[in-house]
């Protein structure tokens, strides 16, 4: 039965030791890693060693507490005991120190383990029990039992190769011990209970219990390698989250990134405000600048725009040109998406003139923009083909508020907003709004209740050519003299 129990567990450790060694081969076999990922992995290999050199020294003092109590209460305490204690003290110091940034390198783990092997296995050699003892006995002995708190602290380091390894150490060194000491063994006891205690630590037992140590050490390993797995994926999968938010609002990333796109295509229809904004007079800029200073201009408008909209709760849903379009309320929908899009218009347009007092005093030509902001009902989903796929808002209420935005060309203010927006805002900022006469908006009958928000207003510009100060011809429509109303809360 013996036999048969140690060919079972020799041939198990050797199916797990294999599996273990094909699935968590180095990856460069596999497949190469990219850069960042490896810098992750690395920090975070980092942070483990950190770890589990901290846990070490703290369960050494425990342990030294423990042996310093028993020793105190027996009234005796053994040189040997201070000794290993001194001896694992240094090596755990030595981890914290290996392991600190700047000193840390790829084979200190591996010293680490091989020093740890290496002071097991002298204990078992050199303890003052060694002359007393069978030496079939060294399984029973107490450092025989540091193996799995050895163990334990090595799956800390997700390296699964590095548990093996120190597994190996183990058994190799324990099967050396015993099977090296065999032949100067004491004769065996012929008292009934000491025969007893060497059929219990006979070869075959001991055998046994080596193969258990193995088959813990594949199983950890095992544990590790999927952790380490995990952990790969998990890097992987927040780099291309990373890479993805470069292309889309972050806050549509964990839905682009979550979602099947076939629920992304039937979309839904929710409320949302709706902002554009526009330069003016662009054309006519873009034809006296090379394209890498119109390029440089577009970008550095695309900052501000972009930085307004999202600090108000807000993303981008696209640039055309130096069109601007941001949505609030997408992908979740909330009772404050017409403020924030109020308050991220009022922040777009002090963008805009802090950046024009930088370029007044560089020389360079200041920066006009119309912004129209409207709220209503909004289709949100992927639209295209199986190709070619886009999160995107559309609706009658998108159109409604690029009319609102190009208005602001005629009527001479700076931003325009609905007054359905000013209704679902509740007025809940406190400015100077001012009601338009109705107007209507391009390719629609009924005229609409426009608002203009105080504080802003456009330069005179010609409409027909867009340029300020000009006196254009009896073509051009005069600007709107507003009626001025103030703001107050209907609550």
């Known amino acids: 039965m013996i036999l048969s129990a140690n060919r079972v567990c020799g041939s198990a450790v050797l199916r797990a030791a294999g599996s273990v060694w094909l699935r968590f081969r180095p990856r460069q076999a596999r497949h190469a890693l990219p850069d960042e990922v490896r810098l992750v992995l690395a920090a975070a290999d980092l942070a483990a060693e950190q770890t589990a050199a901290s846990v070490r020294l703290a369960a050494l003092i425990l342990i030294g507490l423990l042996l310093a109590a028993l020793g105190s209460l027996s009234g005796v305490y053994r040189v040997h005991l201070a000794m290993m204690f001194a001896l694992n003290a240094g090596l755990s110091v030595a981890a914290i120190v290996l392991t600190r940034p700047g000193i840390f390198r790829s084979w200190v783990p591996w010293a680490l383990a091989t020093l740890d092997a290496a002071v097991v296995v002298g204990i078992m050699i050199y303890g003052d029990l060694n002359e007393r003892m069978l030496t079939s006995y060294t399984p029973a002995l107490v450092v025989s039992w540091v193996i799995f708190v050895l163990l334990g602290l090595t799956t800390m380091r997700f390296k699964p190769a590095l548990v093996l390894y120190l597994g190996g150490l183990f058994v190799c060194g324990m099967a050396g011990v015993i099977g090296f000491q065999a032949a100067q063994a004491a004769p065996l006891?012929?008292?009934?209970?000491?025969?007893?205690?060497?059929?219990?630590?006979?070869?075959?037992h001991d055998l046994v219990r080596l193969s258990l140590i193995a088959l813990t050490a594949c199983v950890l390993a095992v544990t590790v390698g999927r952790a380490r797995g995990i952990l790969v994926e998990a890097v992987i999968a927040a780099r291309r989250s990373a890479n993805l938010s470069r292309y889309f609002a972050p806050?549509?990333?964990?839905?682009?990134?979550?979602?099947?796109?076939?629920?992304?295509?039937r979309g839904r229809r929710q409320p949302a405000a709706i902002l554009f904004a526009d330069i003016r007079g662009f054309t006519a800029m873009s034809e006296q600048l090379e394209p890498s200073a119109i390029a440089e201009f577009l970008g550095a408008f695309r900052l501000r725009t972009t930085r307004a909209i999202e600090r108000h709760g807000g993303i981008v849903d696209k640039f055309v040109g130096d069109d601007v379009m941001g949505v609030f309320g997408v992908p979740i929908a909330t009772?404050?998406?017409?403020?924030?899009?109020?308050?991220?218009?009022r922040a777009l347009l002090a963008e805009i003139d802090a950046w024009n007092r930088k370029r007044r005093s560089a020389g360079r030509r200041t920066v006009s923009i119309g912004v129209g902001i409207h709220y209503g009902e909004v289709f949100a989903g992927v639209i295209?083909?199986?190709?070619?796929?886009?999160?995107?808002?559309?609706?009658?209420?998108?159109?409604?508020?690029?009319r609102i935005e190009e208005l602001t060309k005629t009527t001479g203010w700076a931003m325009l907003v609905s007054a359905e927006l000013i209704e679902m805002a509740g007025f809940s900022v406190d400015h100077d709004l001012h009601a338009l006469p109705a107007l209507t908006l391009r390719g629609r009958k009924e005229p609409a209740r426009l608002f203009a928000l105080g504080g802003f207003k456009l330069a005179r510009r010609c409409p027909e050519c867009e340029t300020d100060g000009h006196p254009h011809d009896a073509r051009s429509r005069p600007l709107i003299k507003p009626d001025v109303i103030i703001a107050r809360s209907a609550r």
Do not use: H, W, Y
């Open 189 to 204: 006891p012929t008292d009934p209970l000491g025969a007893n205690l060497a059929r219990l630590f006979d070869p075959q």
């Open 384 to 402: 295209g083909d199986g190709e070619r796929l886009e999160f995107t808002v559309i609706g009658d209420a998108v159109n409604t508020a690029r």
């Open 335 to 345: 009772s404050a998406d017409a403020a924030n899009a109020l308050a991220a218009g």
């Open 251 to 265: 806050g549509l990333v964990p839905l682009l990134a979550d979602a099947e796109v076939e629920v992304l295509k």
